[in-house]
């Protein structure tokens, strides 16, 4: 079975500043998505930034970018220039095409300081 | 496009009651899944439907049962409520089911207090 762990349970940052956060992976195929959902207190899940296991470039999405390590099955989102908006707890997500699921991490508070 | 809808947003029930969430995916969508959201287990997978077919299930009990209808709207119902069941139900719906890199929207929840 596919596991995430997100060994962060809260990360801070200050305002414009960086932050990484962490996640690995376990699995055993070769074909799957990683994907950075984002939850603030209204509670609505929301895409941030997905990567495809078989590309090697990592994903970007404006200040949104992953450092994706496949063989260390690790995939780590940095948010640059960090703003308060971007205060949420945030899910790392595993999903292959075989399974209807996507497996989820167990999130990290991300607070931002003004 | 309205986004996904779920209802009611907040529930309170007893022990031993049942209860239906209610979930409208947007509209060209077919596939509607659920996820039970608490802060022990975190986020865990309890079935996808796609064209009213389940094609996905966890592991929960049976008491744990669902149903997408022909307008894709899913209904996910939990009968003789336990204290563990109380969460934050979330569901989300994508155009097409079994599809790796296929994007979930994400609905607001349902969150349900069993006392």
């Known amino acids: 079975a596919q596991t995430v762990t997100q060994s962060q349970p809260e990360m801070s940052v200050q305002e414009a500043e960086t932050v990484t956060l962490s996640c690995t992976y376990d699995t055993s195929e070769s074909d799957y998505y990683l994907f950075w959902y984002k939850q603030p207190p209204s509670r609505q899940m929301i895409l941030v930034i997905r990567?495809?296991?078989?590309?090697?470039q990592n994903a970007t999405e404006n200040r949104f970018s992953v450092n994706f390590q496949k063989a260390a099955k690790s995939f780590s989102l940095k948010i640059s220039d960090s703003q308060l908006g971007d205060a949420a707890m945030y899910f790392c997500?595993?999903?292959?095409?075989?399974?209807?699921?996507?497996?989820f991490g167990d999130g990290t508070t991300l607070t931002v300081k003004p | 496009k309205a986004g996904v809808t779920q209802t009611p947003r907040y529930l309170i029930k007893t022990r031993g009651q049942q209860v239906t969430l209610s979930c409208s995916p947007i509209s060209g969508h077919r596939s509607v899944s659920w996820y039970q959201q608490t802060p022990g287990q975190g986020l865990q997978f309890l079935f996808e439907?796609?064209?009213?077919?389940?094609?996905n299930k966890g592991n929960f009990p049976g008491r744990f049962s669902g149903r997408q209808f022909s307008n894709s709207r899913s209904e996910m119902n939990v009968s003789t409520l336990e204290l563990g069941d109380s969460a934050l139900y979330l569901c989300?719906?994508?155009?097409?089911?079994?599809?790796?890199?296929?994007?979930?929207?994400f609905g607001s929840g349902t969150q349900l207090s069993v006392l």
């Open positions: 990567q495809e296991a078989y590309k090697q």
């Open positions: 439907y796609f064209s009213e077919t389940q094609r």
């Open positions: 997500a595993y999903r292959n095409t075989n399974a209807g699921k996507s497996t």
């Open positions: 989300a719906s994508s155009l097409v089911a079994g599809a790796a890199n296929e994007k979930l929207f």
